[in-house]
């Protein structure tokens, strides 16, 4: 699950492969944004603005869509994608995958910006630093890389 900015939201990637956003607050209601599919859905982001979510779907590629509708805006194609990171700024969606493929795409056009790495380790999270300019990879083996 993720936070809204403005803490009043809720994006929850559940166990039957939807999406949904809840809304935090007196009236609790939920809008369901996925069409579910075979496979579990694991990770679900917040765009830093609000206006965008972000989500692994079941054939583990990156789908966005519209915060409010819950249109699907874009996707992001890299097979076997189970971490998300975005970068502090909204611009670049960090995506590892299978075999250890760490690639970065442009929000707004869903270009690919680079592949970081292609390691063929066993990749567990990524996560930019706070000034976004370096992403620190995770691996299952237990060791961090500070990627460029």
């Given at each position: 699950f993720d936070w809204s900015p403005d803490g009043n939201h809720l994006a929850v990637a559940s166990a039957d492969s939807t999406e949904r956003v809840v809304q935090v607050g007196p009236q609790v209601w939920g809008v369901r944004l996925g069409d579910g599919g075979a496979g579990r859905v694991s990770r679900v982001r917040y765009s830093r603005d609000g206006g965008r979510i972000f989500w692994i779907d079941h054939s583990g590629g990156v789908t966005a869509c519209d915060a409010v509708t819950g249109a699907v805006v874009r996707r992001f194609v890299q097979?076997?994608?189970?971490?998300?990171?975005?970068?502090?700024?909204?611009?670049?969606?960090?995506?590892?995958?299978?075999?250890?493929?760490?690639?970065?795409?442009?929000?707004?056009?869903?270009?690919?910006?680079?592949?970081?790495?292609?390691?063929?380790?066993?990749?567990?999270?990524?996560?930019?630093?706070?000034?976004?300019?370096?992403?620190?990879?995770?691996?299952?083996?237990?060791?961090?890389?500070?990627?460029?």
């Open positions: 097979a076997g994608v189970h971490e998300l990171a975005l970068s502090p700024d909204g611009r670049l969606l960090a995506g590892m995958g299978e075999g250890g493929k760490v690639q970065t795409w442009d929000v707004v056009s869903g270009r690919l910006e680079r592949t970081i790495s292609d390691s063929k380790r066993e990749g567990a999270a990524i996560a930019f630093t706070l000034d976004g300019s370096r992403l620190v990879l995770a691996w299952a083996d237990g060791k961090l890389e500070l990627a460029r």
